[in-house]
């Protein structure tokens, strides 16, 4: 006898999420990483961002090792949430190219936009664009999580 979807999908520890519950992830979150690779090698680093108009955005040091996306990058972006007590968790993953964000009208924009403010001190005005290629996400939840 054949199981049903559901229970097939109760059996499953990795879940495939849809886009649109990957963009709510990522419109309802503010920290993530940044994965490119750097001249001396792959790099990840820690931002708080926004996702804006179908892009996620940051901002960072105009002097410092994210400031090199500005000029046009390959990039992986990544958001998730485990709670390791109840054994679950999602990652949502983004990749596409990034670039500094010059227009006028779009930096008045952003300049008070929530979930842009840098928990790095100093000069963070930079703002940078990851514009996707494709968003993906998987749930995935432990086995005493049944």
């Keep these: ?12 520890r990795f879940t495939e999420l849809p886009l649109a519950r990957c ?15 750097a001249p001396d090698g792959p790099e990840v680093l820690p931002v708080t961002y926004a996702y804006h ?4 955005v940051f901002r960072t040091s105009p002097f410092g090792a ?20 109840h054994g679950w968790g999602w990652s949502v993953l983004v990749r596409g190219s990034a670039a500094g964000i010059t227009e006028p009208h779009d930096l008045v924009e952003l300049w008070t936009k929530d979930g842009l403010e840098p928990w790095a001190t100093g000069i963070r ?5 990851i514009t996707p290629r ?8 432990a086995p005493y999580a049944d």
């Design 23 to 37: 963009e709510e992830l990522l419109a309802t979150h503010t920290t993530g990483r940044v994965a490119w690779n």
């Design 1 to 12: 006898m054949m199981s049903s979807p559901q229970e097939q999908q109760q059996g499953r």
């Design 134 to 141: 494709s968003i993906t996400g998987r749930a995935v939840k």
């Design 125 to 129: 005005n930079l703002f940078i664009a």
């Design 66 to 85: 994210l400031s090199q996306l500005a000029r046009g990058s390959v990039v992986a972006f990544e958001v998730d949430d485990v709670d390791h007590e």
């Design 53 to 56: 108009t179908g892009r996620v």
